[in-house]
């Protein structure tokens, strides 16, 4: 059920549990290099514990290192672990991340700011099943983790998994329903102001958007795509803005009824897409009408979906999501969290969006 995704170099300490070895090929103690190095078993402890600094000089500190590199000697974690009263162990919790496009940047921002620190992070996909999250976070409690970060496939409103609030714990790409813990998200109204100014700074006008769902993203977007346009003055009419969905389809599909048949000078020069699928369905059907990006249509995508939108054509302006950010953004919360033992409050941190600048913008038609 639980995956381990990232290690740690234990960094101290010794005791009796990583004397006491199963059967098998028996792993070097502190003692074994106390041995070698014609120390004492405190002087290996201080070494590994970092306390060697004003109780051992360096020549012995050094002489207690590479003793401890020719056994192949490294500290027991679980020792160590039962000193501190930690594990140096993070849980991370997901609902469908693990079949998303984005998911590995997301795990790789929180696994690598964890081995850093010198955790270790255990990963569990719950494929989206309330109970099997519960299950998941009762686990990770047994196993005593420091701390937990629960990470969701798209922005949403979540049910905070049940046992959440037993240990330190914070959101990643969603917000808890009932405001009880801190998230950290996307500025998506943020995104949608970028995505707008790049078309209006290249001095389009006539700016539509197409797709959507029902989701807090759409909501937010849209918010700050209107925000951009308001402050020139430009009011979108209504049948600019088209909501088709998510997929190649509906942006296909809200292309045709922005273009198709209309006259050059009362169609749209530059579509906002709701993500960057959208976008590819936008470029299809323009190709389909004869119409050249970025000559007389400028588009602009959302996500920068890995292994697609470098790869439309033409290549697509894109604002990204910051998957990558976000996973190191709510782990070093939450080892913050752990290292002072205060619980953070409970806040909404939003992540800046990146513009990805290719080909598929470019100035205004002149009409």
Not at 137 to 155: C, H, K, P, Q
Not at 213 to 221: F, G, K, N, Q, T
Request: net charge positive; glycine share 10%; charged share 25%.
């Amino acid at each position: 059920m639980i995956k381990r995704t990232a290690g740690t170099r234990a960094a101290d300490g010794m005791g009796s549990t990583e004397e006491q070895q199963p059967t098998g090929k028996q792993r070097p103690t502190s003692r074994d290099v106390a041995r070698l190095a014609g120390v004492s078993h405190t002087a290996v402890s201080f070494v590994f514990n970092g306390r060697a600094e004003g109780n051992l000089s360096p020549a012995t500190q050094e002489r207690i290192r590479q003793a401890a590199a020719q056994l192949g000697y490294r500290p027991d974690p679980v020792a160590r672990g039962l000193r501190r009263r930690r594990t140096a162990v993070i849980g991370l919790v997901t609902d469908e991340i693990a079949s998303s496009p984005f998911a590995g940047r997301l795990l790789r921002g929180a696994m690598e700011t964890a081995w850093d620190s010198e955790h270790l992070v255990l990963t569990v996909d719950s494929g989206g099943d309330p109970a099997k999250e519960d299950a998941a976070v009762a686990e990770l409690l047994d196993r005593r983790v420091d701390g937990i970060i629960y990470a969701a496939f798209s922005l949403r409103r979540v049910r905070v998994p049940e046992g959440l609030h037993r240990t330190h714990s914070v959101l990643a790409n969603c917000v808890p329903e009932d405001d009880s813990l801190p998230a950290v998200i996307p500025a998506e109204r943020a995104g949608g102001r970028t995505a707008a100014r790049l078309l209006l700074d290249e001095g389009h006008r006539r700016i539509a958007h197409v797709g959507g769902l029902d989701d807090i993203a759409s909501v937010e977007r849209l918010r700050g795509f209107r925000d951009a346009l308001r402050a020139e003055g430009i009011t979108v009419p209504k049948e600019w803005v088209v909501r088709t969905g998510g997929e190649i389809s509906g942006g296909h599909e809200g292309a045709l009824k922005l273009l198709d048949r209309v006259p050059a000078d009362r169609r749209p020069t530059g579509i906002f897409c709701y993500n960057d699928r959208v976008a590819a369905g936008v470029l299809h059907a323009a190709t389909r009408l004869g119409l050249s990006v970025p000559e007389d249509l400028s588009v602009v995508g959302y996500d920068d979906q890995e292994h697609m939108a470098a790869y439309l054509s033409p290549p697509l302006t894109t604002i990204a999501l910051p998957h990558r950010a976000m996973g190191e953004a709510a782990t070093r919360l939450l080892l913050d969290a752990i290292d002072t033992g205060k619980t953070p409050p409970a806040t909404v941190r939003r992540l800046a969006c990146p513009v990805i600048s290719r080909a598929s913008v470019g100035p205004a038609p002149i009409r």
